[in-house]
T-cell receptor, first 115, second 109 residues
Framework: DAGVIQSPRHEVTEMGQEVTLRCKPI?????LFWYRQTMMRGLELLIY????????DSGMPEDRFSAKMPNASFSTLKIQPSEPRDSAVYFC?????????????FGSGTRLTVV | AQRVTQPEKLLSVFKGAPVELKCNYS??????LFWYVQYSRQRLQLLLR??SRESIKGFTADLNKGETSFHLKKPFAQEEDSAMYYC???????????FGKGTTLSVSS
């Protein structure tokens, strides 16, 4: 298994543009998590899904942020419109019902820069 | 409210010196706590979890419910220990991890 795959690895965009980050979880994992990493705030949980259903989106900072999981093998995090303060590394992680918090596997992250 | 506090952003030590990375938590009930490590340009990976009471790469962590702490310790730091360390707490449902802000450990010779 190639692990959790995120794309793109790096994204540079202009303020006001729409940004879409992608994640492919490990096959068989039914939990998927989106985190944002910044120097100031550390690693923040934005939203997580179970069996493609959003369970807790209380960490999503604003309505400009949205996340979807149309099927078990794909999720997107969209920011529209993007702002410079959204610049961060966005991580996706997945786990299984059996392992839950004990089986977190992280992706390599997407480094987003909004100029 | 569930919260993890790592008071130090940066900890610099010399090779061979003892290391203690501090972690305090706020939680109602019995917490489940973890330490994750992120080496330069690598993914976050699990270092250890309190229920296992194990030692990984010479690191140990003891849960102190009285002080609500889960500090990470190593008696003799190595240069390869230089990394970002995150303390994490399971949410009430046991389905997601809440992370602290992280501490960068720098070990120099």
């Amino acid at each position: 298994d190639a692990g959790v795959i995120q794309s793109p690895r790096h994204e540079v965009t202009e303020m006001g543009q729409e940004v879409t980050l992608r994640c492919k979880p490990i096959s068989g994992h039914d939990y998927l998590f989106w985190y944002r990493q910044t120097m100031m705030r550390g690693l923040e949980l934005l939203i997580y899904f179970n069996n493609n259903v959003p369970i807790d989106d209380s960490g999503m900072p604003e309505d400009r942020f949205s996340a979807k999981m149309p099927n078990a093998s794909f999720s997107t995090l969209k920011i529209q419109p993007s702002e410079p303060r959204d610049s961060a590394v966005y991580f996706c992680a997945s786990s299984s019902s059996g392992a839950r918090i004990y089986g977190y596997t992280f992706g390599s992250g997407t480094r987003l820069t909004v100029v | 409210a569930q919260r993890v506090t790592q008071p130090e952003k940066l900890l610099s030590v010399f090779k061979g010196a003892p290391v203690e990375l501090k972690c305090n938590y706020s939680y109602s009930g019995s917490p489940e706590l973890f330490w994750y490590v992120q080496y330069s340009r690598q993914r976050l990976q699990l270092l250890l979890r309190h229920i296992s009471r194990e030692s990984i790469k010479g690191f140990t962590a003891d849960l102190n419910k009285g002080e609500t702490s889960f500090h990470l310790k190593k008696p003799f730091a190595q240069e390869e220990d230089s990394a970002m360390y995150y303390c994490a707490l399971a949410n009430q449902a046991g389905t997601a991890l809440i992370f602290g802000k992280g501490t960068t450990l720098s070990v120099s010779s």
